[in-house]
């Protein structure tokens, strides 16, 4: 059986805000890889916050909870410090101005481990930041 590629074994094929949304993917692992270390704080998802238009952004959750980019990253940075996580690739479209991007999400937070697939939608200012995302997992 193949094994899916990771985010980082695709990033080069594609362009644009699809680009943009696999670049965001990869800067979570590497920040969720590094959040282990002391000294990781709020402050340390600067480079996510490179991509984003942080004014303006908005989080729906698999719950239906919206969130702001400062609760964000504050469930970003709880989450990092405590978390071991990565994905693989699956499939990403560009449409509509949006961008779909389907993963295998793997998570462990101490003795739980879980697999979920998850379709998030990314939608962009005119200067290509994110603005607002849709995370959606089964």
């Given amino acids: 059986m193949n094994a899916l590629p990771t985010v980082e074994d695709v990033i080069d094929s594609y362009t644009g805000r699809s680009h943009v949304v696999l670049q965001y993917g990869a800067t979570t692992k590497r920040l ?3 959040a282990k270390k002391p000294g990781f704080s709020a402050d340390s998802w600067r480079p996510l ?3 984003v238009a942080v004014g303006e952004f908005e989080r729906i959750g698999a719950f239906k909870e919206v969130m702001k980019w400062p609760d964000y990253v504050e469930l970003l940075t709880n989450w990092a410090t405590s978390s071991e996580w990565e ?5 990403i479209t560009e449409a509509g101005g949006r961008v779909f991007l389907e993963l295998e999400e793997r998570s462990e937070v101490g003795e739980f481990r879980s697999v979920v697939n998850s379709l998030t939608v990314y939608e962009f200012t005119d200067d290509d ?3 607002h ?3 959606i997992s089964r």
């Fill in 87 to 91: 994905c693989s690739f699956k499939h």
């Fill in 133 to 135: 995302i849709d995370f």
């Fill in 32 to 34: 969720v890889d590094q």
């Fill in 129 to 131: 930041r994110i603005r």
């Fill in 49 to 51: 916050a490179e991509l």
